[in-house]
């Protein structure tokens, strides 16, 4: 099974709400990406709006259903009303859940699902009975996937920011066997599995390698800075190797 690259265009989001102008468009630049063969867009739609505004988000999935029908499109974020009005009014094909704070300057963390068991076990129904896939967001952890089974998610996001912004190699190699272990576990509760999160074009094909199960990864922060070098097209068809998709 090839991984498949969805492309979050967060950052690029970002750095136009630098200034009161258009650009850089974040609707033209998810088009490129998109023709340069990435599978699909991500978005995390925050309520102070720092980066993907609630329009990008209304914007995106027209373009995508009308130019691009067979790429997906996700969103992900905390469930709060506010998010699951936008969810439920767009449909995406997927949407991830991830327990988000304000004041968090990026996403840091996975759910506690014991926790918040009762919680999201609630908002997945009501996602599904949507026709909606539902992924929950976890932390590199074994012992996550079979709770996510539990509270009815359809795959996984392992939170790969510990491995992917390593820097010391024996931390590095550590981390490492952490998401290899809950992508297997996830595969044994017959969950899907992405990953996500400062995932590099170095540090993603020994991922891709360890977990042939691995469906999906959403890069952003990383594939942005590489377009600044590479172009966004020439960034893609990177990370589109680096997935081990075939690329001509």
């Given at each position: 099974m090839t991984c498949k690259l969805s492309v979050n265009v967060n950052a690029i989001a970002h750095l136009r709400n630098r200034r009161d102008l258009p650009w850089p468009s974040v609707i033209g630049l998810s088009r490129m990406a998109l023709e340069a063969g990435a599978y699909g867009i991500t978005v995390h739609p925050r309520p102070d709006e720092r980066h993907i505004r609630r329009h990008d988000v209304y914007d995106l999935s027209e373009m995508i259903r009308s130019e691009f029908p067979e790429r997906e499109f996700n969103i992900e974020g905390n469930p709060d009303a506010?998010?699951?009005?936008i969810v439920e009014s767009v449909k995406p094909d997927q949407v991830t859940l991830v327990p988000d704070d304000i004041r968090q300057s990026t996403?840091?963390?996975g759910w506690d699902i014991a926790a918040h068991e009762e919680f999201l076990s609630g908002i997945i129904a009501r996602f599904k009975a949507s026709g909606l896939r539902v992924s929950i967001f976890v932390d590199p952890d074994p012992s996550a996937p079979a709770l996510a089974q539990k509270v009815g998610a359809d795959r996984v996001e392992i939170y790969t920011g510990p491995y992917g912004g390593a820097l010391d190699r024996a931390v590095a190699e550590r981390e490492f066997a952490n998401v290899v272990a809950t992508g297997n576990a996830a595969r044994d509760a017959g969950l899907g599995l992405n990953a996500g999160h400062d995932l590099t074009l170095d540090?993603?094909?020994p991922l891709v390698e360890a977990l042939p199960h691995l469906s999906e990864v959403s890069i952003g922060h990383c594939l942005t800075a590489d377009a600044l070098r590479f172009g966004m097209a020439g960034a893609v068809v990177r990370y589109?190797?680096?997935?081990g998709d075939p690329v001509g």
């Open positions: 506010r998010f699951a009005e996403s840091d963390h540090n993603l094909p589109r190797k680096a997935c």
